[in-house]
């Protein structure tokens, strides 16, 4: 187990860091314009980030172990098929839900 002292040293840490990030485009930034190539990057932000926090719970889900499961890969395909067919992502999150679900329950 960690002590008291370093866990509160790197919660500390942790949250000045976080509160450094924020502040360096809310405070530092502004109003202030951004150049084209960064606003052009930033843009890809979250296509970048959201495969990754979802990639691991559909390959390795904690739930089976680690094992890939039917359900999760199946939601993670409908899910992919009907975001990419009408690019709508509230219907994309919708009936990857519903597969997931709808799967775990007939499937268990």
Do not use: C, E, K
């Amino acid at each position: 187990m960690i002590d008291d002292g370093t866990l509160w040293i790197v919660i500390v840490v942790l949250g000045l860091g976080s509160f450094a990030l924020r502040f360096m485009f809310t405070g530092l930034v502004g109003n202030s314009a951004m150049p084209p190539w960064l606003l052009r990057h930033l843009r890809y932000t979250a296509v970048a980030i959201l495969p990754a926090l979802v990639a691991p719970q559909v390959l390795w889900p904690t739930a089976t172990g680690g094992t890939p499961d039917p359900a999760r890969l199946a939601a993670a395909i409908v899910t992919l098929l009907v975001g990419l067919l009408t690019r709508n992502v509230i219907l994309a999150i919708l009936s990857g839900g519903g597969t997931l679900y709808g799967l775990l329950y007939l499937l268990s």
